[in-house]
């Protein structure tokens, strides 16, 4: 997430709408925000029901105890709410291609 609010100018800038989803709490969402610098918007899908649409949802046993969490992720989806871009697991840490996917002029048709 502090990746992508130090790109948060380059990406304000080519019309790009940045925000961050997890599975916690808004409570949590917020204090994150604040220590993390995070001045971006972050969404909470507490229940995961949109972490479990996007295929993301990973089980996980900690110290005996079954937990379900998200994946890392990033999509770019357009003004009409196709899937552009998408980056998972380790590659999602780095927005690099994120930005370019976002900056790079169109094609004309």
């Known amino acids: 997430m502090k990746a992508f609010q130090q790109n948060l100018s380059k990406l304000e ?7 961050g989803v997890s599975m916690d709490s808004p409570f ?3 204090a994150f925000a604040k220590d993390a610098g995070v001045t971006f918007p972050l ?3 507490w229940g995961g029901k949109v972490t ?3 295929g993301l949802a990973k089980n996980y046993d900690i110290e005996g ?10 999509f770019v989806i357009d003004k009409s709410g196709k899937i552009t ?12 291609k994120t930005v370019d996917a976002c900056v790079r002029p169109k094609m004309k048709s």
């Open 13 to 19: 800038g080519a019309d790009t709408q940045v925000l």
């Open 43 to 45: 969404l909470g899908d």
């Open 85 to 96: 871009h998408e980056q998972v697991d380790d590659e999602a840490v780095d927005p690099t």
């Open 52 to 54: 479990r649409e996007y």
């Open 28 to 30: 949590s969402n917020f």
């Open 65 to 74: 105890v079954p937990m379900e969490s998200a994946r890392r992720a990033t």
